[in-house]
């Protein structure tokens, strides 16, 4: 067992009498805030989800950031919170959001499936209210601000029993209805701006509001569990990455994780940090969530996971530079001129990889940079558009001059079988590594699916296609696996995906070229298989089931990591 999470590191508890100052925690985390000397001010980073190619002319879904390391409020009964807010002189017409959450959301890279929060906002001469009350339901209220824009504006909500009530400057405003929102007990906090905006947030403060409710401030940090080798007592059964240090020292056990449930799901920390010892940011390093404007990047998830591993004494493996996928709006939509998009390209790999150099210990430089099921190029991207092949090359040989030791990789899916898309992978990689470019490895996915149509390549048949990059020199990584069952998960199902799992294990066990077993997630709870419409529609292709508990895919690594 771990040590026990170190979450919870000051605690701050009022009553009717006294209020909490939640400005007094953590608000450096936040990506776009900054502690000033009048509080913390808030910048718009405009990072949004931008849909894919298919979804094209959809809105992106913004996706403002939520304050995981820092004041968490703990609430019983009627509880209020007061926020004091203003917008510059000069820009008064700024946008200004705060939002409060009593269930956080699930946000992936192409997809957000809302929580429950309240956002208060000033907009204009408006103050608006926004309750959003799970996946497609949320209503709006306005009501007018009294004193010019640019004022300081002091800003109420409180439950009082099945009421919100809303409050400008000390007089209530609106009475709404409380469907539930804050029944976790658990309250969040985000703020935001609009894309350019800004704002400062002077002060906001929490109290109870009667003698029998109870509201109690912690800041939320980091959980540690002690080095995941000595985290269990000899008696309890062995943990992945134990058995695996112990027995094949040479092959990191991974998973792609995400920064909201790592801070705020305690079960999902402690299983991450006993059982692998490498992480992949699954989203949080993508482009557009790290780098949604020009000038500004949003480092806050990706600080949190490569911390998180840092403390628990676990690898980083970055998760990635140059993909066609996940580009913020303003690299796509305007028309850069190849020498500029050079640049952005460099400014962005040397940024990124240079903020965690010597933390991050390899990294899909490349991401899918063949078509889905063929052996040409995808043209798409910008830096295809524009540098041709030669942006592989060239972004291999940024990342490897801004950090020397990082291993380089190139990642993709359908490469596992002899097929046209591998032979063009082995081809491209050869005549990389002709040329003296610095690339170490190539990350073979192994997304799977495995039903009564259809069956997953077969171990033998990938060990037999994989050893020709081997003989090239290369390493070589199970990146992304998961096997998804789709409509069937019965026990028969799980068996065969067990014994599946094993048995891709046991050939990259046993091959000392493979650097990493690495699946996409663990839990099916919070997995990229998950259906975003639906709050219970789990995946089911991962190890542990959506209550967190091991599946037979778990007991059976564990089995194979015994050998
Ligand atoms: C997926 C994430 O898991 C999802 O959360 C997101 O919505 C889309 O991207 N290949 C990759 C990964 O290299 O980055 C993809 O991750 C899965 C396929």
């Given at each position: 067992m771990a040590l026990g999470a170190?979450?919870?590191?000051?605690?701050?508890?009022?009553?009717?009498?006294?209020?909490?100052?939640?400005?007094?925690?953590?608000?450096?985390?936040?990506?776009?805030?900054?502690?000033?000397?009048?509080?913390?001010?808030?910048?718009?980073?405009?990072?949004?989800?931008?849909?894919?190619e298919d979804a094209k002319d959809q809105t992106p879904v913004s996706n403002p950031p939520i304050n995981l390391r820092g004041a968490v409020l703990r609430v019983k009964g009627d509880f209020a919170l007061s926020a004091k807010l203003s917008r510059l002189e000069s820009s008064p017409d700024d946008s200004a959001y705060l939002t409060i959450y009593g269930k956080l959301p699930l946000t992936q890279d192409e997809w957000r499936q809302d929580g429950r929060a309240v956002t208060l906002?000033?907009?204009?001469?408006?103050?608006?209210?926004?309750?959003?009350?799970?996946?497609?339901?949320?209503?709006?209220?306005?009501?007018?601000?009294?004193?010019?824009?640019?004022?300081?504006?002091?800003?109420?909500?409180?439950?009082?029993?099945?009421w919100l009530s809303i409050q400008i400057n000390g007089e209530t405003v609106g009475l709404l209805d409380e469907p539930g929102l804050f029944d976790s007990g658990v309250l969040w906090f985000g703020a935001s701006a609009d894309?350019?905006?800004?704002?400062?947030?002077?002060?906001?403060?929490?109290?109870?509001?009667?003698?029998?409710?109870?509201?109690?401030?912690?800041?939320?940090?980091?959980?540690?569990f002690g080095a995941g080798e000595k985290a269990q007592p000899g008696s309890a059964p062995a943990s992945l990455r134990r058995l695996a240090g112990k027995n094949h020292p040479q092959l990191y056990i991974g998973t792609a994780v995400a920064a909201i449930p790592l801070l705020s799901d305690k079960k999902y920390a402690r299983i991450l940090a006993r059982e692998f010892n490498m992480v992949t940011p699954e989203n949080a390093m993508k482009f557009q969530f790290i780098h949604p404007r020009p000038d500004r990047y949003a480092f806050a998830d990706a600080d949190a996971i490569v911390d998180f591993a840092e403390a628990n004494d676990m690898a980083v493996h970055g998760h990635t530079l140059a993909w066609k996928e996940a580009l913020p709006r303003w690299v796509t939509e305007q028309d850069h001129g190849a020498v500029r998009i050079r640049e952005i390209l460099a400014e962005h790999i040397a940024t990124v990889v240079g903020r965690y150099k010597g933390r991050i210990q390899s990294w899909d430089v490349v991401n899918e940079p063949f078509e889905p099921f063929g052996a040409t190029l995808r043209i798409g991207s910008p830096w295809?558009?524009?540098?041709?092949?030669?942006?592989?090359?060239?972004?291999?040989?940024?990342?490897?001059?801004?950090?020397?030791?990082?291993?380089?990789?190139?990642?993709?899916?359908?490469?596992?079988?002899?097929?046209?898309k591998s032979d063009a992978m082995y081809a491209l990689a050869e005549s990389l590594l002709e040329r003296g470019v610095p690339l170490h490895g190539i990350g073979f996915q192994m997304h799977e699916d495995m039903t009564d149509d259809y069956q997953p390549v077969e171990a033998s048949v990938f060990h037999d296609n994989v050893q020709r990059f081997i003989d090239l020199g290369l390493e070589v990584r199970i990146s992304e696996m998961d096997v998804n069952l789709q409509d069937d998960a019965s026990q028969e199902r799980l068996q065969q995906q067990a014994e599946y799992y094993r048995s891709i294990l046991e050939l990259a066990m046993d091959n000392p070229a493979f650097t990493a077993f690495s699946t996409w997630g663990f839990t099916d709870r919070y997995s990229s298989l998950q259906e975003w419409w639906d709050t219970d529609g789990f995946g089911n292709g991962l190890i542990f089931d959506a209550n967190h508990q091991p599946k037979p895919a778990y007991f059976s690594l564990q089995e194979a990591l015994k050998e």
């Amino acid at each position: 067992m771990a040590l026990g999470a170190v979450l919870l590191l000051s605690v701050g508890c009022m009553n009717s009498r006294g209020s909490v100052a939640l400005l007094d925690y953590d608000w450096t985390h936040l990506a776009g805030a900054e502690r000033v000397d009048e509080g913390v001010r808030i910048e718009g980073l405009g990072r949004a989800i931008v849909p894919t190619e298919d979804a094209k002319d959809q809105t992106p879904v913004s996706n403002p950031p939520i304050n995981l390391r820092g004041a968490v409020l703990r609430v019983k009964g009627d509880f209020a919170l007061s926020a004091k807010l203003s917008r510059l002189e000069s820009s008064p017409d700024d946008s200004a959001y705060l939002t409060i959450y009593g269930k956080l959301p699930l946000t992936q890279d192409e997809w957000r499936q809302d929580g429950r929060a309240v956002t208060l906002g000033l907009e204009g001469d408006s103050l608006i209210v926004e309750l959003q009350d799970g996946i497609d339901d949320s209503e709006r209220h306005a009501y007018p601000l009294p004193a010019s824009a640019s004022d300081e504006v002091k800003l109420g909500l409180a439950r009082i029993g099945e009421w919100l009530s809303i409050q400008i400057n000390g007089e209530t405003v609106g009475l709404l209805d409380e469907p539930g929102l804050f029944d976790s007990g658990v309250l969040w906090f985000g703020a935001s701006a609009d894309e350019g905006s800004e704002y400062l947030l002077h002060s906001l403060k929490a109290r109870a509001l009667s003698k029998r409710s109870t509201a109690t401030v912690a800041d939320n940090q980091i959980p540690v569990f002690g080095a995941g080798e000595k985290a269990q007592p000899g008696s309890a059964p062995a943990s992945l990455r134990r058995l695996a240090g112990k027995n094949h020292p040479q092959l990191y056990i991974g998973t792609a994780v995400a920064a909201i449930p790592l801070l705020s799901d305690k079960k999902y920390a402690r299983i991450l940090a006993r059982e692998f010892n490498m992480v992949t940011p699954e989203n949080a390093m993508k482009f557009q969530f790290i780098h949604p404007r020009p000038d500004r990047y949003a480092f806050a998830d990706a600080d949190a996971i490569v911390d998180f591993a840092e403390a628990n004494d676990m690898a980083v493996h970055g998760h990635t530079l140059a993909w066609k996928e996940a580009l913020p709006r303003w690299v796509t939509e305007q028309d850069h001129g190849a020498v500029r998009i050079r640049e952005i390209l460099a400014e962005h790999i040397a940024t990124v990889v240079g903020r965690y150099k010597g933390r991050i210990q390899s990294w899909d430089v490349v991401n899918e940079p063949f078509e889905p099921f063929g052996a040409t190029l995808r043209i798409g991207s910008p830096w295809y558009q524009t540098m041709g092949k030669d942006y592989i090359a060239f972004a291999l040989r940024e990342a490897h001059r801004a950090d020397p030791e990082a291993r380089l990789y190139i990642n993709d899916y359908a490469l596992e079988h002899p097929s046209p898309k591998s032979d063009a992978m082995y081809a491209l990689a050869e005549s990389l590594l002709e040329r003296g470019v610095p690339l170490h490895g190539i990350g073979f996915q192994m997304h799977e699916d495995m039903t009564d149509d259809y069956q997953p390549v077969e171990a033998s048949v990938f060990h037999d296609n994989v050893q020709r990059f081997i003989d090239l020199g290369l390493e070589v990584r199970i990146s992304e696996m998961d096997v998804n069952l789709q409509d069937d998960a019965s026990q028969e199902r799980l068996q065969q995906q067990a014994e599946y799992y094993r048995s891709i294990l046991e050939l990259a066990m046993d091959n000392p070229a493979f650097t990493a077993f690495s699946t996409w997630g663990f839990t099916d709870r919070y997995s990229s298989l998950q259906e975003w419409w639906d709050t219970d529609g789990f995946g089911n292709g991962l190890i542990f089931d959506a209550n967190h508990q091991p599946k037979p895919a778990y007991f059976s690594l564990q089995e194979a990591l015994k050998e």
